[in-house]
């Protein structure tokens, strides 16, 4: 599914729901990427914390990406999979 992210808060639900997706707790995705589990933690609950290397990695190991595209016009039809938050 296509999420729409414009602030970084957003960013912490996102990491969540996809981690949960997956089937992992915080600690399993820790281990994935050689971190604690209170770093998972702390990147859920203050997602501004994260660092570009870090998000990268963490969506990564999430089997997730990030794409950046212009953003569309008022009116204009965003794809059917995007939801908003």
Do not use: Y
Request: proline content about 4%.
């Amino acid at each position: 599914m296509r999420q729409i992210l414009s602030l970084s808060k957003q960013l912490g639900p996102i990491i969540q729901s996809a981690r949960k997706s997956a089937g992992l707790s915080q600690t399993e995705l820790a281990q994935r990427l050689g971190i604690s589990q209170s770093r998972i933690s702390a990147m859920e609950l203050d997602p501004g914390s994260i660092n570009v290397e870090q998000l990268l990695a963490l969506l990564a190991a999430l089997n997730h990406e990030v794409l950046v595209q212009p953003k569309t016009s008022i009116g204009e039809e965003r794809g059917s999979n995007t939801s908003e938050w």
